[in-house]
């Protein structure tokens, strides 16, 4: 008989998903879903707004990555403008975009992911959260609340608020950065490089445990998508679009962001209301990709900073060859670009032009039609607009980091359950394994995909009569 | 020693923009060194470095449990499951948890929150019941500030 575990919800708050397990008559997986049970609508509601507005509005569709909104939405508005936007102004929203990689990588690294990381998949769930990697390993989450605040101290002193700053505009920045402010920045990167670097040592220490992780967690082929420097260069925050295969071969190459149209298609299913991007050439689903910092990594030919280039090199060898597949390694590659953020910010902040005046470009709209892209910290963000000529938003398309990887998810958790979910008898070891294969790729549900040490979780097995058979509960206060 | 004030919500949901919208006004009047305002959209870790030079931290939030406009007050405890089921963001609890975990300081702590009218998107202004209670929520606020560190209290 075959049936259906249903793990819900994934998350509780704002993004709500829920995965579900569907057994064959020997209780084997056959198949699993990742549902995005929330609907929130921002490209309908921002229909009839003010061009202008959008990045303020589209900014608030998260709490954690709000930069990354508000850099692809202003450069969508610098392309309904028309204007190429003065050099000290993108030097200034790069500083910004790498100071949000920097601290949304430490959350997900320090608070999400270490419970898991340190104190082991099978820990007592009691223990196995924040507060108890408080308690063994206090130096290590006090670090990453310091590299968070370091982040968010940039973001500030930059922007003027640290959650929704309005000092990225349409055409450029609104104002110069002063001497004084590079300087404070500046004052702060040392004590986040160190902080950096000795994560990232520690995290190799710890690698040779999650040889079984790494080899099941989300390990296929697949593409990797990502915005690419013209020299071929990690990049975050312009630059141009490659695709690479499994094997490393390059797709896609120096494609302009603005032709994104051309190489991603958009799917939907009847069980999810996130999207289902895909790789056009190659159709759906079988144009299944990822992003991200694993895609980013791997698609780079290098970074171009000192520290980062030896941990990219470092990166390379967990694979004998071609790009690194598992997504078990995006935890690796977060930690090796909380490194070059770091690092390039200081390069950035040491330009000779950096404190230069000029910073904004002014127009009216030259276009009915912009598009703007950017690595936000969780992958490539495209924010795509049409308006009407009084400067209406007509229409607007979205395509977020999280959905991207949605195929990939999926087929992760697809891959996870299959390796250690034994249907006719439900645990807490697989339980946490499903949780933890999703949180490699750090998905925003709206800011809701991870818990605080638990995640309230229920899974259900029941019958193609959808009868109760067996249920396994867990919440925060157990 | 300092009086933190965060107020936390999202400015384009309608009432959920009290907190940061009375924060950002009080920050604007204030010149009290005794006092530090922030605003925010939500609260994360990184706001906790902020809390362990104060003594007492004042938090302000729109309610979905009590009648639009009615003003509650309520003293907070550390609560490591407060309520929030991710890290992205963190119930002012779990901020006092964690605080009191990693570096041993637990400050006194109250929430002041008023009942939420409306939380449309794309609405920036509060509704009129919740707008016509702020001076209220000052009185409060302001009550809260009058107390000694050693006062004691549930309920204000």
């Keep these: 008989m075959s049936r259906t575990i249903t793990i819900e919800p994934v998350t509780r708050i704002e993004g709500h998903a829920r995965i579900s397990l569907q057994l064959d008559d020997q209780g084997e997986v056959a198949d699993a879903r990742f549902h995005l049970t929330q609907f929130r609508g921002f490209e309908k509601f921002c229909e009839g707004r003010p061009y202008r507005e959008m990045p303020a509005l589209t900014a608030r569709t998260c709490g954690i990555c709000p930069v990354s909104h508000l850099l692809a939405s202003n450069k969508a508005c610098d392309h309904l403008l028309s204007v190429s936007i003065p050099p000290a102004a993108e030097r200034l929203r790069r500083v910004m975009n790498l100071a949000q990689l920097a601290q949304s990588h430490a959350l997900s690294f320090f608070h999400l992911s270490s419970p898991d990381l340190l104190l082991g998949w099978d820990a007592d769930p009691a223990s196995r959260n924040i507060f108890g990697v408080m308690r063994q390993h206090p130096e290590l989450a006090r670090d990453g609340i310091r590299l968070r605040q370091i982040g968010q101290q940039i973001i500030e002193t930059l922007g003027g608020k640290k959650i929704h700053p309005t000092w990225v505009v349409p055409g450029g920045v609104s104002e110069p950065l002063g001497a004084e402010q590079r300087d404070a920045i500046l004052g702060l990167l040392p004590e986040g490089l160190e902080i950096a670097k000795r994560t990232y040592d520690l995290y190799k220490g710890l690698l040779p445990r999650f040889r079984d992780e790494a080899t099941r967690f989300g390990n296929f082929p697949t593409l990797f998508l990502s915005l690419v420097s013209p020299e071929g260069r990690l990049e975050h925050y312009d630059g141009l679009l490659r695709v690479k295969d499994a094997e490393g071969r390059i797709l896609e190459d120096q494609v302009p962001p603005h032709e994104y149209p051309r190489l991603i298609g958009e799917a939907v299913e009847d069980f999810s209301y996130m999207k289902f991007p895909y790789y056009k050439p190659h159709g759906y689903p079988q144009g299944i990709y990822r992003v991200g910092p694993l895609a980013r990594l791997n698609n780079a030919d290098a970074c171009g900073t000192p520290y980062a280039d030896v941990a990219l090199a470092e990166f390379r060898m967990l694979q004998e060859s071609g790009p690194v597949s598992s997504s078990f390694h995006y935890h690796y590659a977060r930690l090796v670009e909380i490194i070059y953020a770091l690092e390039m910010m200081e390069r950035l902040l040491r330009h000779p032009e950096i404190l230069d005046t000029r910073v904004r470009a002014r127009a009216r709209s030259n276009r009915d039609e912009g598009i703007g892209v950017a690595e936000a910290p969780r992958g490539t963000l495209m924010h795509h607009y049409r308006i009407d000529e009084t400067g209406l938003i007509t229409w607007v398309d979205l395509v977020i980091a999280t959905g991207h990887n949605n195929l990939a998810m999926n087929q992760s958790i697809r891959q996870v359950a299959a390796a250690y979910v034994d249907g006719n008898s439900l645990n807490e070891g697989m339980l946490n394994r499903v949780e933890a294969v999703i949180r490699c790729y750090d998905p925003c549900l709206s800011c809701a995909s991870h818990a605080v040490g638990q995640m309230p979780l229920v899974i259900e097995l029941r019958d193609q009569r959808e009868r109760l058979l067996d249920r396994l509960e867990r919440t925060c206060q157990s | ?156």
């Design chain 2, 1 to 156: 020693m300092p009086v933190l004030i965060l107020g936390y919500g999202s400015p384009i949901r309608g009432d959920d923009a009290f907190g940061p919208l009375l924060a950002e006004q009080l920050g604007a009047e204030t010149s009290d060194p005794r006092l530090r305002i922030h605003a925010r959209h939500i609260l994360t870790a990184d706001l906790i470095p902020e809390l362990l030079d104060c003594d007492r931290v004042i938090f302000l939030d729109a309610a979905l449990d009590t009648a639009p406009g009615e003003i509650r007050c309520q003293r907070l405890d550390p609560s490591r499951t407060g309520g929030s089921s991710m890290a992205h963001f963190l119930d002012p609890r779990e901020l006092l948890a964690w605080c009191e975990a990693l570096y041993d300081h637990r400050p006194r702590a109250w929430l002041l929150s008023v009942g939420a009218a409306s939380l449309d998107y794309a609405s920036y202004r509060l509704s009129p019941e919740v707008a016509r209670v702020i001076p209220a929520v000052r009185v409060h606020i302001e009550r809260l500030l009058e107390q000694t560190p050693t006062e004691t209290g549930s309920e204000a």
